[in-house]
């Protein structure tokens, strides 16, 4: 992932096509994110929403808004499967201290919701824009 505005970043070996939208280092990542088999011009927002908690704990929290609804099942299991299952996993590996973490800590809140970008997503005209240039 890049670290600057409007640059673009790819996963799932290309599959996933994302672009920054806003950066707040330690706070904050919000991507408009699109898959390879997604309309043409469909552009949904991932925000990361990163809260310190007491005792150096970090509460990691995803909204992704704008999914197409053909897509939200898969996009949510492919959450669970490709990122909150390893990294619980990850987590109970590092023995005792990952195993307070995961105890101790409160487990990543997330939302998938499908549809077009609601009038309220701050990112929307970012979004919007990311959009337009893409399908130039």
């Not at 505005?5 to 070996?13: Q, W």
């Not at 599959?15 to 949904?44: H, M, T, Y």
């Not at 197409?68 to 590996?93: C, N, Q, T």
């Amino acid at each position: 992932i890049s670290r600057k505005i409007g640059e673009a970043s790819h996963a799932a070996d290309g599959w996933i096509e994302g672009i920054n939208l806003d950066l707040e280092p330690g706070k904050r990542i919000v991507q408009a994110w699109r898959g390879a088999d997604w309309p043409k011009g469909s552009w949904s927002v991932a925000t990361f929403d990163l809260e310190k908690l007491p005792g150096g704990q970090t509460l990691l929290t995803l909204t992704h808004q704008g999914v197409p609804a053909k897509f939200v099942d898969d996009i949510r299991e492919g959450w669970h499967s490709h990122y909150w299952r390893p990294m619980r996993s990850w987590l109970g590996d590092m023995g005792e201290s990952g195993r307070e973490a995961l105890t101790r800590g409160r487990a990543a809140l997330h939302r998938v919701t499908g549809g077009r970008l609601g009038r309220a997503a701050p990112q929307k005209k970012a979004a919007k824009k990311v959009a337009k240039k893409a399908a130039k």
